[in-house]
Nanobody, 129 residues
């Protein structure tokens, strides 16, 4: 199991920016995730994949709703993943979750929950108009 801790959630006005962080830790007996992702769940809606990054290649995938506004990245140690969110809209309001998965098989399925084994506790992002 990989331990994931998110931070950076806040309340901002529309048009503003936030950067979320996800710190991952795993013992030598745990797998090192090949895939890291950000998901979000708005009130009354299902959780949806927002962005994903393959840790070996830094290849990224984004949901259409955030392309051009959000950027997922990782640090050199590959133990922290970031989600830079720009031009925020009220519809971006949600709890954002970090997730880790073992698969290194590249594809658009990287935004599907079933690719992930471990999840953080979530961080709230609220965007006001």
């Amino acid at each position: 199991q990989v331990q994931l801790v998110e931070s950076g959630g806040a309340s901002v006005q529309a048009g503003g920016s936030l950067r979320l962080s996800c710190a991952a830790s795993a013992s030598e007996y745990m797998y090192s995730p090949n895939l890291m992702g950000w998901f979000r769940q708005a009130p009354g809606k299902e959780r949806e994949g927002v962005a994903a990054i393959y840790t070996a290649s830094s290849l990224t995938y984004y949901a259409d709703s955030v392309k051009g506004r959000f950027t997922i990245s990782q640090n050199n140690a590959k133990d922290t993943v970031y989600l830079q969110m720009n031009s925020l809209k009220p519809e971006d309001t949600a709890i954002y979750y970090c997730a880790a998965g073992p698969t290194g098989l590249v594809g658009t399925w990287s935004l599907e929950e079933r690719q992930y084994n471990d999840w953080g506790q979530g961080t709230q992002v609220t965007v006001s108009s």
